[in-house]
């Protein structure tokens, strides 16, 4: 009964997923790049992006926070934090910088997991510029991008797990700043499809479907949206506010999956691992996407992994909508730190490049700690 509960709990979020998804990816290519909030689609952390959006079904911990939330209850550590530096688009001075933390809840982990994920941008300063000093030379200024999201993941069985985050998203200059919500949902679901003569590989099969960035429109506010107007046949002046357009949200919905190649010929030894992955992502206001990629493991510890993601008019100059050019990669190595049965951290360094036309590639940084073993 157990096992069809979680079924049916599965099947009810995916359908729930999908009534969401007709409503906000009804749109047309007519719409492509009306939306603000561009800084929601970007992948701060630096080992899930050197999977492209290939790993939203096998995403675990924090980093799943963006991915697929669903994978947050799958991390193997009771208690995870990571840093991460992004170096966006080098030449264009902007840089990320991005926090998280995970932690399992009840005393058999059997309550799910929270976490909390901080992404801030840091922008050069910008020369001020006006009408009557078109060349600057009068101070700068900065442009402000924060976002803040709480999220809560929990598995139903072995197999399938779900979670939800709640985004708060801020962004402006200093007289001009606009706040939204948004909300992200998914979920995963693994099993073994082969096998074979091996009791070592499991969930070798992980399948994953996500919602992200479900919200009202946002609106900008501020002293910079007004000025003085002299009021016609008068002789005072009367401040005046400009009317701007409401902002939609960046909504999208990513599919992936990915399986298991034991390369080990031995039956009882599992060292080396190749993962395939796959991913399609429907952008309600930019160009689709398809994603493939592929990840050498060896004994969990040393991880190499690349890939592609393809979206139309990409091979051209000319027709291609993004900075981004296709190609990415990301190395990472754990450090695995024996204590009792039951309490083996790990300590993980990760770096993933992706590259870019124009501007000198996208470099990502992060360090991960993971103390305790999940039960």
Do not use: C
């Not at 693994?190 to 479900?214: E, M, R, V």
């Not at 996407?289 to 050498?296: F, G, K, R, V």
């Not at 000198?360 to 999940?374: C, P, Q, W």
């Amino acid at each position: 009964m157990k096992l069809k509960l979680n079924h049916i709990y599965a099947i009810g979020l995916s359908l729930i997923l999908g009534g969401l998804s007709n409503k906000a990816f009804a749109g047309n290519p007519e719409r492509q790049g009306q939306a603000g909030a561009a800084q929601l689609t970007i992948n701060g952390w630096s080992r899930s992006s050197g999977m492209g959006w290939s790993n939203g079904g096998s995403v675990m911990g924090v980093e799943a926070m963006f991915m697929n939330v669903a994978g947050l209850d799958r991390m193997i550590n009771r208690t995870e934090l990571i840093f991460s530096r992004t170096e966006w688009l080098v030449g264009s001075g902007i840089g990320i910088n991005n926090v998280g933390f995970a932690q399992k809840l009840g005393e058999d982990d059997d309550a799910g997991t929270i976490g909390v994920q901080i992404m801030q941008f840091g922008i050069d300063p910008i020369e001020i510029t006006t009408e009557t000093n078109p060349y600057g030379g009068i101070g700068t200024y900065r442009v402000n991008m924060t976002n803040i999201a709480l999220s809560y993941s929990k598995s139903f069985s072995r197999t399938i797990s779900a979670g939800i985050t709640a985004r708060m998203v801020t962004e402006g200059i200093p007289d001009a700043s606009a706040t939204g919500m948004v909300l992200d949902a998914g979920v995963q679901y693994a099993t073994t499809l082969s096998p074979g003569a091996s009791k070592l590989k499991k969930n070798d099969f992980k399948f994953g479907i996500s919602i992200k960035n479900i919200g009202p429109d946002m609106d900008f506010s501020g002293d910079g949206l007004s000025f003085k107007a002299l009021i016609q046949n008068g002789s005072y002046d009367k401040t005046m506010e400009v009317k701007t357009t409401s902002i939609k949200m960046p909504a999208m919905l990513n599919i992936a999956a990915s399986y298991d190649v034991k390369l080990d010929n031995d039956p009882k030894q599992y060292d080396n691992r190749l993962t395939l992955g796959f991913g399609f992502t429907n952008n309600a206001f930019s160009a689709n996407q398809t994603t493939l990629s592929a990840e050498y493991a060896y004994k969990n510890m040393l991880m190499l992994r690349g890939g592609y993601t393809y979206q139309e008019g990409i091979f051209d100059e000319e027709t291609r909508t993004s900075a981004l050019t296709g190609p990415f990669a990301g190395i990472s190595y754990d450090w695995h730190i024996d204590g009792d049965d039951d309490n083996e951290s790990v300590v993980s360094l990760d770096y993933s490049y992706r590259f870019t036309n124009p501007f000198g590639g996208i470099h990502s940084f992060g360090i991960r700690i993971g103390l305790g073993t999940s039960k």
